[in-house]
């Protein structure tokens, strides 16, 4: 079969993917402000992409975009019943610190909730909970965490609603001849197959793949390595210190411009005071905890008279107190923190809060004064419970750990009404949500009325706020589906997307339709594991029904390849959210996704190949 000829708005297309794909991967700049600067770069190049201004912005008018708006906002209404905390008490009671029931249940729980609430709240939720069994059954947090996230991954195979990439699948859906929207439960047994074979496999063979990255009785303070740069300094009757106050005394050693100090606690006599939050003035005898360099420690001790305790060392349990805890928190994609630095951030003066090392990947920094945030950063924070409550409220953070003693252990006897008590609300919350799954299932309604639907139930019933319900959007994931659709129409109407199908209907001759079917999957699973799973949808789901269509097969078959792959990422931490919110808490390095996930992508590229044959043949 003769290709068709290569023209302008062809090579003028191709250029935008190839730009598109580079700043996706190195992530020079964010991934929703790359996807508008496509969506500004189409309409400005009408002549030659064919998309109108209008059409650029269509994205936003998308029923899949609308649809995931609607859904990021009642996952927020269920989960603010706390319905999801619930599930952890009964976690808690199935395994009583046996390992094996432990990753069982928290495969089996995180995968049936992901299937109907956003996956990345629910891991949100999980990753501390999981990290404090873990810690209870004597077993390395790193055991559970990767399968806590490839479980949510799977879940949200299992219905329409349970990821964004499959609304968007569906709306490519009606562009095949003689059919529309994907049903709710349309692919769920094929789903469940996938979710069961992917359970199987971290049950066994990733159980033994997984790498125990955390030691089990690892410290905060060893953990981040942070240890040699925190001393205890006593304050002699003649220090300068002596009645000034502590935000006095940090104004000071701010002033000092070689001054690399932060003053985490004073304390007095049985007391302990989080330094940030205090207005107590400083007294003789009192102990200070700092973290500070060696140079700075000298220089206290001679301009202000400080005195060092050298034979002391401080641990993860001196420095969590009745007013303050250490927190290890992961910085979220849509987070307001991406992009600034703990001064720009303003963590000190709006949140009490100290960054005291920061991981990103298997890279620890100390030095984080001018390091700017990134999306799945883990920071060890000197703080307040309250105060990294209002962090994850603002959606900047999840908590990954906490030290023992800091929160109450769930324990597997607790009065679950006491730990983990729902909401008046809860039986509301949940029939909006139960009646959007059925009205939409049904096909009464399109999903995207049934949703919105449900929001205006959320917020008219009192499940939610309006301020809530707009804070629960992932906005930035919203710009970057709806900046990158028109680059999907870009391909069609320059006929790039007939071209690259071309290419690969040359497969055809010497492959069974099924092998092709098994290659898109394995192409749309690459450019997932290092781009967007959204833009691989986009750029992969034209191509899939183009080329389906050539060679005289199913195109929704291939359309079904698409998606289900796109939400296989397994295989680097960078491809999906709730990888990458995992990363850091688990100590893993880049080569653990490849180790425990590659296999599992493989895997599945057999499993969704055939099941897709038999469930809606090729």
Known sequence: ???????????????????????????????????????????????????????????????????????????????????????????????????????????????????????????????????????????????????????????????????????????????????????????????????????????????????????????????????????????????????????????????????????????????????????????????????????????LADRYGLRRRRQEEVSTADLTTESSTLAEVVVLADSRLVGETPASARLTEQFDSTVLALQRGDTLIADVENTEFRAGDSLLLHTTLADVEHLQDRGDVALAHLPEGALDVIEPEADEEEVAPLSPKTPIALGIMGAVVVLAALGLVPIVIAALGGVVAMVVSGCLSPSDAYDAVSWNVIFLLAGVLPLGMAMQRTGGAAFIASLLVQSADVLPAVAVLALFYLLTGAFASVITPVASVVLMSPIAIDTATRIDASPFSFLLAVMFAASAAFSTPIGYQTNLMVYGPGGYTFTDYVRVGGPLQLLLAVVVTLGIAVFFGV
């Open 1 to 299: 079969m003769a290709l068709p000829p290569i023209s302008t708005g062809m090579l003028v297309v191709f250029g935008l993917v190839l730009v598109a794909l580079v700043l996706f991967v190195t992530e020079a700049v964010p991934s929703d402000i790359t996807a508008v600067g496509v969506l500004v770069a189409l309409a400005v190049l009408e002549p030659y992409t064919g998309v109108s201004a209008r059409d650029a912005i269509s994205g936003f008018a998308s029923s899949a975009t609308i649809t995931i708006v609607a859904m990021y906002i009642l996952s927020r209404g269920v989960q603010e019943t706390g319905i999801v905390e619930r599930l952890g008490v009964h976690l808690a009671r199935v395994t009583r610190g046996d390992e094996g029931r432990l990753l069982a249940a928290t495969v089996g729980t995180t995968g049936v909730s992901a299937g109907i609430v956003n996956n990345t709240p629910v891991v949100a939720v999980f990753i501390p909970m999981v990290s404090g069994l873990a810690e209870r059954a004597n077993v390395s947090p790193s055991k559970l965490l990767l399968p806590l996230s490839y479980a949510a991954m799977l879940g949200g195979t299992l219905t329409l609603i349970g990821t964004s990439t499959n609304l968007l699948a569906s709306d490519f859906a009606r562009q095949i001849p003689g059919r529309g929207a994907i049903g709710m439960f349309e692919f769920t047994p094929l789903g469940i197959v996938v979710f069961l074979v992917g359970a199987a496999y971290l049950l066994t063979v990733g159980r033994r793949l997984t790498p125990a990255r955390v030691p089990v009785d690892a410290e905060l303070t060893e953990e981040f390595d942070v240890e040699r740069h925190l001393v205890r300094m006593d304050v002699p009757e003649a220090s300068w210190l002596v009645g000034r106050r502590v935000d006095e005394v940090r104004e000071e050693f701010a002033e000092q411009g070689g001054l690399d100090v932060d003053v985490l606690l004073l304390e007095r006599g049985e007391e302990a005071f989080h330094a940030l939050a205090s207005d107590q003035t400083f007294a003789a005898d009192d102990v200070l905890t700092m973290r500070a360099s060696e140079e700075t420690v000298d220089r």
